[in-house]
C-alpha cells in the first residue's frame, strides 16, 4: 500500500523557517518523483515545488523561488521541503504527493493536483504576520 507521511508543519511568525517532510512507503521510492502542493479554504491545490525520482530536476513556483528548498534522502524514503523567509501568504495545508516524472512535474507546473496519483494527508503552515 502506497503511504504518504507529510509533517513539519506548525505556527510561525513571518520571516521564520519551517522545514515539511514527507516519507513514503508501498512503493519503489527511488523510481518516483515527489511534489509539494498547497491549498487554502476555497482555493486550488496549487503546486509549490517538485522534484525527480534521481533529484536532477527540479521546480519551484514562482511565489516560492528563493525561498524554498527541496531535497530527497532516497536511502530514508523522505523528501524535504526547506521553507525560508515565510510570508502570511504561505499560510496553507501542505500536501506531498507521488507520481512518476512527467505527471509530477505537470501537476505541480500548471497547478493540475489531479494528474497524481498517490497523496499523503496535509499538514498544516501558518505564518503570522
Known amino acids: 500500500e502506497v503511504q504518504l507521511q507529510a509533517s513539519g508543519g506548525g505556527l510561525v511568525q513571518a520571516g521564520g523557517s519551517l522545514r515539511l517532510s514527507c516519507a513514503a512507503s508501498?512503493?519503489?521510492?527511488?523510481?518516483?518523483?515527489i511534489g509539494w502542493f498547497r491549498q487554502v479554504p476555497g482555493k486550488e491545490r496549487e503546486g509549490v515545488s517538485c522534484?525527480?525520482?534521481?533529484?536532477?530536476?527540479?521546480y519551484y513556483a514562482d511565489s516560492v523561488k528563493g525561498r524554498f528548498t527541496i531535497s530527497r534522502d532516497n536511502a530514508k524514503n523522505t523528501v524535504y521541503l526547506q521553507m525560508n523567509s515565510l510570508k502570511p501568504e504561505d499560510t496553507a495545508v501542505y500536501y506531498c504527493?507521488?507520481?512518476?516524472?512527467?505527471?509530477?512535474?505537470?501537476?505541480?507546473?500548471?497547478?493540475?493536483?489531479?494528474?497524481?496519483?498517490?497523496w499523503g494527508q496535509g499538514t498544516q503552515v501558518t505564518v503570522s504576520s
Open positions: 508501498g512503493f519503489t521510492f527511488d523510481d518516483y518523483a
Open positions: 522534484i525527480t525520482s534521481n533529484s536532477n530536476g527540479i
Open positions: 504527493a507521488a507520481d512518476r516524472n512527467n505527471p509530477i512535474f505537470r501537476a505541480t507546473m500548471t497547478n493540475n493536483a489531479h494528474l497524481c496519483n498517490y
